[in-house]
Protein backbone atom coordinates (compact mmCIF):
# COMPACT_ATOMS: atom_id res chain seq x y z
CA UNK A 1 0.00 0.00 0.00
CA UNK A 2 1.04 3.73 -1.08
CA UNK A 3 2.01 6.17 1.65
CA UNK A 4 -1.08 8.88 1.95
CA UNK A 5 -1.11 12.32 2.59
CA UNK A 6 -3.52 14.92 2.74
CA UNK A 7 -2.20 16.33 -0.26
CA UNK A 8 -2.66 20.56 -0.25
CA UNK A 9 -3.39 21.00 -4.15
CA UNK A 10 -6.98 18.64 -4.03
CA UNK A 11 -7.20 18.87 -0.38
CA UNK A 12 -8.11 15.29 0.03
CA UNK A 13 -6.30 11.82 0.99
CA UNK A 14 -4.13 10.95 -2.02
CA UNK A 15 -1.18 8.67 -2.62
CA UNK A 16 2.12 10.50 -1.55
CA UNK A 17 5.68 10.73 -3.55
CA UNK A 18 7.75 8.03 -2.66
CA UNK A 19 10.55 10.36 -1.65
CA UNK A 20 11.30 14.25 -1.65
CA UNK A 21 11.29 15.86 -4.66
CA UNK A 22 14.13 18.01 -3.57
CA UNK A 23 16.78 18.28 -0.76
CA UNK A 24 16.14 20.27 2.26
CA UNK A 25 13.25 21.94 3.96
CA UNK A 26 11.33 22.73 0.43
CA UNK A 27 11.82 19.26 -0.54
CA UNK A 28 10.31 17.65 2.73
CA UNK A 29 7.46 20.19 2.74
CA UNK A 30 6.56 18.89 -0.94
CA UNK A 31 6.97 15.21 0.53
CA UNK A 32 4.38 15.40 3.38
CA UNK A 33 1.62 17.80 1.35
CA UNK A 34 1.83 17.01 -1.85
CA UNK A 35 -0.14 13.87 -3.54
CA UNK A 36 1.99 11.86 -6.69
CA UNK A 37 -0.91 12.77 -8.59
CA UNK A 38 -0.15 16.68 -8.04
CA UNK A 39 3.69 16.32 -8.47
CA UNK A 40 3.29 14.53 -12.24
CA UNK A 41 0.54 17.22 -13.02
CA UNK A 42 3.05 20.35 -12.01
CA UNK A 43 6.17 18.30 -13.81
CA UNK A 44 3.84 18.49 -16.78
CA UNK A 45 3.31 21.81 -16.48
CA UNK A 46 7.08 22.49 -15.63
CA UNK A 47 8.07 21.12 -18.69
CA UNK A 48 5.76 23.30 -20.93
CA UNK A 49 6.98 26.45 -19.15
CA UNK A 50 10.50 25.66 -19.82
CA UNK A 51 9.76 24.81 -23.18
CA UNK A 52 7.31 27.83 -24.05
CA UNK A 53 9.48 30.08 -22.62
CA UNK A 54 12.75 28.35 -23.07
CA UNK A 55 14.11 28.51 -19.76
CA UNK A 56 17.96 27.17 -18.55
CA UNK A 57 17.66 25.63 -15.61
CA UNK A 58 22.03 26.72 -15.66
CA UNK A 59 20.29 30.11 -14.77
CA UNK A 60 19.77 31.43 -11.14
CA UNK A 61 16.92 33.51 -12.40
CA UNK A 62 14.83 30.70 -14.27
CA UNK A 63 15.01 28.15 -11.59
CA UNK A 64 13.86 30.78 -9.12
CA UNK A 65 10.59 31.65 -11.70
CA UNK A 66 9.90 28.15 -11.95
CA UNK A 67 10.59 27.39 -7.55
CA UNK A 68 7.57 30.39 -7.84
CA UNK A 69 5.31 29.11 -10.62
CA UNK A 70 5.27 25.39 -9.03
CA UNK A 71 4.67 26.83 -5.38
CA UNK A 72 1.51 28.82 -6.74
CA UNK A 73 0.18 25.82 -8.76
CA UNK A 74 0.50 23.42 -5.78
CA UNK A 75 -1.03 26.33 -3.40
CA UNK A 76 -4.10 26.73 -6.09
CA UNK A 77 -3.24 30.37 -6.63
CA UNK A 78 -2.88 31.94 -10.49
CA UNK A 79 0.36 30.80 -12.20
CA UNK A 80 1.74 30.68 -15.47
CA UNK A 81 0.31 28.33 -17.97
CA UNK A 82 1.91 27.68 -21.63
CA UNK A 83 0.14 30.21 -23.50
CA UNK A 84 -2.45 28.47 -26.80
CA UNK A 85 -2.41 25.28 -24.53
CA UNK A 86 -5.54 23.43 -24.66
CA UNK A 87 -5.71 20.29 -22.30
CA UNK A 88 -7.32 17.46 -23.86
CA UNK A 89 -11.15 17.16 -23.51
CA UNK A 90 -12.03 14.69 -20.74
Request: aromatic letters at 10%; a negative charge.
Amino acid sequence: MSRMVHCKKYNKELPGLPAPPYPGPKGQEIYETVSQQAWNEWQTQQTMLINEKQLSMASADDRKYLQEQMSKFLNNEDYHHAEGYVPPAE
